[in-house]
């Protein structure tokens, strides 16, 4: 877990030379291996690595009022870009980049408000999540045989309630007469980190007869695809859907029953930013990633073919604009 | 006189309140056969950690030691089992990992408390901490389970309606919780054990005087009483789910030592306690969308209804006396 | 007539009877809460420095070791993790700024402790006050900065005390056990706050639940390095540390905490001093949230302020060994780790979570019966103060 | 006294020859820090033969059979238990070697029942596990009527009166075989019926062959039952006689080493006005019962009235309600012309009534607390103790100061904790306290039990003094040589009612004793007061 710019100790680099390239990630309060988010940022980092000859490093603040203090560590020592990973660390980037116009900043799925925010060294990366989530609730609305699918969500905020709406929308395009339940996780407590209440509500909506589950929300969400996994006809009649990553590769203990992974493809991203700014042609503002459903890896030859062939139509058409999912929060 | 009367009251209640539960949870079967079952079962899933915690609890304040660090203990057992099953491929050794994870956190307390006369709660206090520094200091991202723990279907039981589903096509650590229980008040209440243990707890010195080894006996109890929160942490991470994460705990011991005092340290009303945090949990979940008044007043239900229902029923919940006084012999004689 | 008597000669203190020989300090130690001016001062001297400090030294090994097994010089380690803590500008900023909450917070524990009452909702008295704090600046948001910093923090102080008398009062009236209703009220406070946030109070501008920020004239930067919350708490530790010790109000506080029966018959109060007990120690953590809310960025009250400063208020009111002053140093050692780990993590590429570790093992030495034995025996006693709160 | 004369001539007064003895110390030693609570004491007892200590409070008594029971162990000297001298490793391995001991505190468990105490520690179990709860009351039953102590298996311990615990406690010490019995001033919670009740059952075990140590405070006990008596002062064993060699007088000198008056002289009191009237008074326990049942009485300035009564009469009830720990059902306190009835600790406190608890170590003090502060425990929020909530420490310890050296309490220093003082110096703490404040009523509630005859003595002249200072006394006591040698005025309580009150001088023992027990006097001329005013 703990790898990455940090595994190899303490090397001394001098940043502020010319030709030493260095890159430091901020993550949003949870941990670089999150299977989720900050580690496919970070992924992104690792890509993009090697084609610049880059240095990096992350840090990973342990509450909310430690973001600017991480991010001027690297300010400080004359980082050339800094990313900071999730909405939390919004306000704390568009402030460090309006004292560093140095610097170039990359905040990840934090959509500028580009009438307050004017510095040409910050580029806000956002992804239409609904998409993702309206071309997985396609997918699922084909999928069911119950007529009933599910979502567990983590806190109710709208980057979960765009997946959510999404997925929703999707499912209601593809099977009209499809009852989509959601549940998010009650306040307080640790929202985005509670499997076992995620497993919890995946067993109650699985015996309630929902058959596709996509779970919405970090380790809550793992815990429900691991439910849906363990869970008998995992994979035949039950169907579970990864989300932000595709998550057959970070969340092994799913696979059984993980047809996809509504993805944002933040690593792509990430790496593209990183690419802009390694031969200077990063531009400020938002910059709209992609989203997309990952493969089907063991499950493509079980998913009948005019199904995927209907996904994919859709998945093109939101691509092109040529279909909006029409959500709104 | 008046003791009879009361007496007699306290029966029935202890036999009527259950009874009542159940015709009502049978009641709403019929209304709705699926929802009601899923939620049953949802409230068991949920409640399995908290009885296991809670007795661990249970069985150290009878004997007079205070455990506040039974969410650590139960972490560490998580972390203990999920990754030891999965580093030696074999679900037993994670199981043994877990409780081992759990008596040894109860042999610190012990030692801490009860051998040094430590203050009980700087004890637990240091176990919830060091548990969240160990797991997470230690934690590596990718380990899993070589297969899932088993599924139990208990021959002609599961096949009661309802109750079936609820109590018996679970896991080997949900039906060690259900059978525990019983044993567990039994033994405190009817066995040589129980009493000197409860006499150990209320007034250690007359134990003393009657010849009982008072620390040996708080000593080994909660020890044992270990094996139970490593189950509790076990069922986390390889029942519940099949991964470990950092603080999956959240929060579960705290409202087990909850719902120890809401049982009034007695093992089937922590049952009873735990199965009613349970539903309520997932009464609020259920609603969700469906009643139009903000979620999180639908989340925050149960908590109001427990601190409403002590306030105005159960009120003075008497703990052991002697708990939390370090045994100190040839006093108070 | 009484002339103080030497150590070895005191001989109350059941507690040491059965020791074959106690040692002088041991003794000592046990004379201790006979003569609060006295010896309770040496005990409590005792206690708050010399334990820690052993402790601490001994954590400190064991974690140069498992810093070691990570392929890390431990010297360099520390070094990085303090001199940045403490030395670097922002990072001692940083640490003052986890100072405070944490202090009032240690206070919000230490206080109840004294009725034997353990007050384990300093998370939910926090948040109650932050978002009073909140919900006050925002109502304010054209009057005066002074007039708006002063308010809120009333505000503050006022919700937490409310909060934890709401815990004070069930236990006085209907005897509810201070455990239960404060981890209750604890979740219950979560809930509120994050529909507060989602609805009434919600700052539409910000993609996720979050108050809107206190307005720039309300705004308290740290002046220098110091945050402004560092006296506050500085002096009310001060404060409560005499009030404990040489008021009527302290007097109550102990003798309820000691023989609640004596104290009903000595006419003290139990219900209201159970009730004014946990309002003073809502007030602290109320106060701490509405200082977090004016005084640190990003001024306004988002999931996650209260971290898990609930939890950390015991560590500290533990360190501290339940003596108000003793909560400054020892806020200040976990704050100092707390603000470095990012840097260490850094700098060195170990865990952060390596100062959790320290951190876990000091208490774990505190706690360590080695220790105790050597410096001070009458814990044992003062054990069973803190803990017996338990019962009803 | 009866049961003497009852024993066989042969158990009485015959020393035991050597290969009889039952338990023997040779220079028995032990130390609490500075205190010598026993040192070098050699003393033997054989079979049959009934042993009293006598000592002062704070003599070494209770530690002294401590060892012997092996709750602590002796710095030096050997303990003999019928030749054998290897050392007693703790209570299980006394049990074991046939030793029993009524302690001076309850050993009892509140929560559990009669039986459930009885058999801890030797359950009776069926299969295996299953507690023999069946077996257990059988026990009780058998015990009980083995040895005349009746007492309901089931009953709850913290339901019963103390006295009915007390005989819980010596079934429980005979429970198994016992060679050597040992009890603590079991007489001190007695009443007199109670306490004759056991001296009977002490002479029977004797017979039986059972030796026994027997401490208590009470000449008149020793006298009864004892065949010798050691007297411990200071920890050491000034000397051994044969009851029959001695008398009470002589037994007193040998205690506290100098003469003492055991009757209290006081002159005849010359009441004022009323101070405390108390009217209807109803009053529940915590059992909800009513144990105050239209209670009326009144008592005026510079006299003692004494409630005598028969323990569990609700006395303790009523005391607690006049000093406002309780509130009452019904009926009307005043305090001169001020109504107290619904006033709370505090308010009677600060109206001028002091208050000695019955139960010293539960309301009495502060056990962790310093002798200083609990001697300001009834005043430390007024002047001078403290000024505007601050504590004057200074003004505390001269207090403290004082009255140390006016209540002769002994002590290491002001300083010492109050725990670790004997049972009768903490009396002298609360008693301290309370007279201080010289209240206008003083409520004195078993003002001298477990005291020993010294401190009896100090306290009574100071209740006199206290009423000659024209203080108004309620005195409760459950030790009629108490009542009768203090009390002007004598009001017999039964079944939460006054019965009958008669002036204190010229009345007849066995008179109050029928009172007591609740038969109904000729015509007492209180009859018609108590509820011709209801
Ligand atoms: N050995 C046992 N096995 C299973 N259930 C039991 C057992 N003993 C008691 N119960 C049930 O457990 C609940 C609590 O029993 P318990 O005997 O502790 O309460 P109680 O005796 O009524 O209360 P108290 O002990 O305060 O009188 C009741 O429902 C009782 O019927
Ligand atoms: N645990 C203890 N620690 C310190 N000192 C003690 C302890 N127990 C007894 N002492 C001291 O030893 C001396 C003898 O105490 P002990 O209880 O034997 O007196 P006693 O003869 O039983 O008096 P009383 O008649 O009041 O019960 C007293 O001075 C007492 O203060
Ligand atoms: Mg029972
Ligand atoms: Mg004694």
């Given at each position: 877990g703990s790898t990455g710019g940090a595994g190899s100790g303490a090397t001394p680099t001098d940043c502020s030379s010319s030709e030493t390239f260095c890159v430091g990630l901020v993550t949003d309060g949870s941990k670089i291996d999150d299977k989720s988010f900050n580690q496919a940022a970070w992924a992104g980092v690792q890509k993009a690595k090697d084609s610049l000859g880059a240095y990096v490093r992350y840090i990973e603040p342990a509450e909310a009022k430690d973001y600017a203090a991480s991010i001027k560590q690297f300010t400080d020592q004359k980082y050339d870009v800094v990313i900071t990973v999730g909405f939390l660390t919004a306000d704390p980037t568009v402030a460090a980049a309006a004292q560093n116009p140095g610097t170039k900043f990359i905040g990840v799925d934090q959509l500028l408000d580009t009438e307050k925010v004017k510095s040409p060294n910050l580029t806000g990366l956002t992804f239409p999540a609904d998409q993702a989530g309206y071309a997985v609730g396609y997918l699922a609305g084909l999928l069911t045989k119950t007529g009933k699918v599910g979502a567990i969500n983590g806190l109710e905020i709208p980057p979960v309630q765009k997946y959510f709406k999404g997925y929703e929308a999707g499912a209601k395009a593809s099977n009209p007469k499809v009852e989509v339940v959601g549940v998010y996780h009650p306040a307080g407590g640790q929202p985005f980190n509670d499997p076992v209440w995620g497993a919890g509500e995946a067993k109650k909506q699985l015996s309630q007869g929902v058959d596709v589950i996509f779970g919405i929300g970090s380790n809550t969400g793992n815990g429900a695809l691991n439910e849906v996994a363990k869970s008998s006809g995992a994979g035949t009649t039950r169907f579970c859907i990864g989300v932000d990553v595709d998550q057959w590769g970070t969340l092994p203990e799913a696979r059984p029953c993980l047809v996809t992974s509504a993805e944002k493809l933040i690593s792509d991203g990430v790496a593209e930013l990183l690419g802009q700014a390694g031969d200077g042609t990063l531009k400020g503002g938002n910059f709209l990633g992609k989203t997309g459903i990952s493969q089907f890896h063991d499950f493509d030859d079980k998913i009948p073919a005019d199904v995927k062939a209907k996904v994919e139509d859709v998945v093109k058409k939101l691509a092109d604009g040529s279909l909006q999912t029409n959500v709104v929060l | 006189m008046a003791g009879i009367v009361t007496w007699q009251f306290r029966h029935l209640l202890a036999i009527g309140t259950p009874l009542l539960i159940l015709i009502a949870a049978y009641l709403f079967y019929f209304v709705d056969q699926t929802v009601a079952t899923s939620m049953c079962a949802n409230a068991w899933f949920f409640a399995v950690p908290l009885v296991l915690g809670a007795l661990t609890g249970v069985i150290g304040e009878r004997s007079g030691v205070v455990n506040i660090g039974i969410e650590g203990q139960m972490l560490t057992a998580a972390f203990a089992s999920f990754f030891t099953a999965a580093a030696t491929k074999s679900l037993v050794a994670g199981v043994a990992a877990g409780i081992l994870a759990g008596v040894a956190m109860g042999a610190f307390l012990a030692w801490t408390t009860v051998t040094a006369r430590m203050d009980q709660i700087i004890a637990g206090v240091a176990i919830n901490i060091v548990a969240t520094g160990i797991t997470s200091f230690f934690y590596k991202s990718g380990a899993q389970l070589p297969v899932n723990m088993p599924q139990w279907?208990?021959?002609?039981?599961?096949?009661?309606p309802l109750i079936g589903e609820t109590f018996f096509q679970t896991g080997p650590i949900a039906l060690f919780a259900l059978l525990i229980a019983p044993v567990l008040h039994f033994a405190m209440f009817r066995t040589r054990w129980g009493l000197r243990t409860r006499a150990i707890g209320e007034y250690p010195s007359a134990a003393d005087t009657a010849g009982i080894n008072v620390n040996r006996m708080r000593f080994v109890n909660v020890v044992l009483a270990g094996i139970l929160a490593g189950a509790a942490g076990t069922y986390l991470s390889?029942?519940?789910?099949?991964s470990f994460s950092r603080g999956m705990t959240a929060g579960r011991g705290f409202l087990a030592l909850a719902i120890m005092i809401f049982g009034a340290w007695r093992p089937l009303r922590v049952v009873a306690a735990a199965l009613f945090f349970g539903f309520a949990n997932a009464l609020a979940s259920q609603l969700q969308g469906v009643v139009d008044i903000p979620q999180q007043f639908v989340t925050l239900l149960p908590y109001v209804l427990t601190l409403a229902v002590l306030a105005i029923a159960a009120g003075r919940v008497r703990a052991p006396a002697a708990e939390g006084v370090p045994f100190i012999k040839g006093e108070g004689q | 007539m009484s002339t103080p008597i030497p150590p070895p000669e005191v001989r109350e203190a059941p507690g040491g009877a059965e020791e074959s020989t106690p040692s002088p300090v041991a003794a000592a130690d046990r004379g201790g809460p006979a003569r609060p001016s006295g010896t309770l001062g040496l005990l409590i001297r005792r206690q708050t420095i010399v334990v820690p400090l052993v402790a601490l030294a001994a954590a400190f090994s064991v974690g140069a070791l498992l810093i070691r097994s990570q392929g890390v010089n431990p010297a360099y380690a520390y070094e990085s993790l303090f001199s940045y803590a403490l030395l670097d500008g922002s990072g001692l900023t940083a640490t003052l700024q986890k100072v405070v909450p944490l202090v009032l917070c240690g206070l919000a524990v230490a206080i109840p402790l004294r009725l034997g009452l353990f007050n384990i909702g300093g998370q939910g008295q926090f948040m109650v006050g932050a978002i009073g704090a909140a919900a006050a600046a925002y109502a304010l948001r054209s009057a005066p900065g002074i007039v708006t910093i002063i308010v809120t923090m009333v505000v503050g102080v006022l919700a937490g005390s409310m909060w934890a008398s709401i815990a004070g009062l069930l236990k006085a009236?209907?005897?509810?056990h201070e455990v239960i209703s404060t981890i209750m009220l604890n979740s219950v406070a979560g809930g509120l706050i994050d529909w507060m946030l989602n609805g009434p109070l919600a700052d539409e501008q910000v993609p996720y639940p979050a108050s809107h920020a206190v307005p720039g004239s309300a705004q308290l930067p740290p002046i220098g390095v110091v945050p402004i919350g560092l006296p506050v708490a500085v002096t009310l530790a001060v404060a409560t540390a005499w009030l404990l010790r040489r008021t009527t109000i302290g007097f109550r506080f102990e003798t309820v905490g000691r023989n609640r029966y004596a104290a009903s018959y000595a006419g003290i109060s139990i219900r209201t001093t159970t009730v004014v007990a946990m309002g003073i120690a809502g007030g602290c953590a109320g106060l701490s949230g509405g200082i977090e809310l004016v005084g640190v960025e990003p001024y306004r009250y988002q999931d996650g302020i209260a971290a898990s400063l609930g939890f950390d208020g015991i560590t500290i009111a533990l360190l501290a060994r339940g003596n108000p002053i003793g909560t400054i140093p020892a806020a200040l050692l976990v704050a100092a780790m707390r603000a470095g780990a990012p840097h260490l993590a850094l700098d060195t590429g170990l865990r952060p979570e390596i100062v959790d570790m320290v951190l876990a093992i000091t208490l774990l030495f505190v706690s360590l019966p080695l220790v105790v034995k050597l410096i001070f025996r009458k814990h044992a006693a003062k054990g069973s103060q803190l803990a017996s709160s338990w019962g009803a | 006294m009866t049961q003497a004369e009852s024993r066989p001539e042969a158990a009485r007064g015959r020393p035991p020859s050597t290969e009889e003895r039952v338990l023997e110390l040779q220079g028995l030693s032990k130390s609490y820090g500075a205190v010598?609570?026993?040192?070098d004491i050699t003393l033997h007892i054989g079979r049959g033969e009934i042993v009293a200590l006598l000592g002062e409070n704070g003599a070494g008594k209770s530690t002294l059979v401590k060892q012997i029971f092996g709750l602590t162990r002796p710095d030096a000297g050997r303990i003999v238990i019928k030749g054998d001298s290897t050392p007693i490793k703790d209570p299980k391995d006394a049990i074991r070697r046939g030793i029993g001991m009524v302690h001076q505190h309850f050993q009892l468990v509140p929560v559990m029942t009669v039986a459930e105490n009885l058999i801890l520690g030797h359950e009776p179990v069926r299969g295996g596990i299953r507690l023999d709860l069946a077996a257990a009351r059988m026990m009780v039953r058998e015990l009980s009527e083995k040895h005349g102590l009746a007492v309901d298996p089931d009953a709850r311990i913290e339901d019963l009166p103390v006295g009915a615990q007390q005989r819980v406690e010596i079934l429980k010490a005979l429970s198994h075989r016992v060679d050597l019995l040992i009890l603590d001033e079991p007489t001190a919670v007695l009443t007199p019926q109670e306490t004759d009740e056991l001296l009977g059952v002490l002479s029977e075990l004797a017979a039986a062959g059972t030796a026994i140590v027997f401490i208590t405070h009470k000449l008149r006990e020793v006298l009864a039952v004892a065949d010798r008596v050691y007297v411990l002062r200071r920890g050491r064993v000034v000397g051994t006689v044969p009851t029959d060699e001695t008398d009470a007088a002589r037994l007193a000198t040998m205690m506290v080493g100098h003469d003492v008056i055991l009757r209290v002289d006081k002159k005849p009191s010359t009441p004022g006005k009323a101070v405390l009237s108390v009217r209807d008074l109803v009053v529940r326990d915590n059992r909800r019962l009513t144990a105050v049942d239209g209670f009326s009485i009144e008592v005026r300035a510079g006299e003692i009235v004494g409630i005598a009564g028969v323990e569990g009469n609700g006395q303790r009830e009523l005391v607690e309600a006049i000093a406002g720990m309780r509130s009452p059902l019904s009926g009307t306190v005043r305090l001169g012309d001020r109504d107290i009835t619904r006033f709370n600790a505090a308010d009677t406190n600060a109206a001028g009534v002091g208050h000695i608890p019955e139960d010293r170590e539960r309301h009495g003090i502060v056990a962790s607390y310093s002798i200083a502060d609990n001697l300001v425990l009834n005043c430390f929020d007024s002047e001078p103790y403290s000024r505007h909530w601050i504590r004057n420490i200074s003004a505390i310890r001269e207090h403290a100061i004082a009255l140390r050296a006016e209540f002769d309490i002994?002590?290491?220093?002001?300083?010492?904790?109050?725990?670790?003082?004997?049972g009768g110096n903490k009396q002298k703490v609360v008693v301290a306290r309370e007279m201080a404040a010289r209240p206008r009523l003083l409520v004195a509630a078993q003002p001298t039990r477990g005291v020993d005859i010294g401190a009896i003595e100090l306290i009574h002249r100071r209740i006199v003094e206290a009423r000659d200072a024209g203080a108004a006394v309620l005195l409760v006591s459950a030790e009629l040589d108490e009542v009768l040698s203090l009390a002007d005025r004598v009001a017999v309580i039964h079944a939460g009612k006054v019965v009958a009150e008669l002036p204190g001088d010229l009345v007849d023992r066995a008179e109050i004793g029928r009172l007591m027990a609740g038969e109904r006097p000729g015509v007492p001329p209180t009859d018609h007061r108590s509820d011709g005013e209801s």
């Open positions: - | 279907n208990v021959p002609v039981l599961s096949k009661i390889m029942e519940a789910t099949s | 009236a209907r005897g509810v | 010598h609570a026993n040192s002994r002590s290491a220093s002001i300083d010492a904790t109050a725990g670790s003082l004997s």
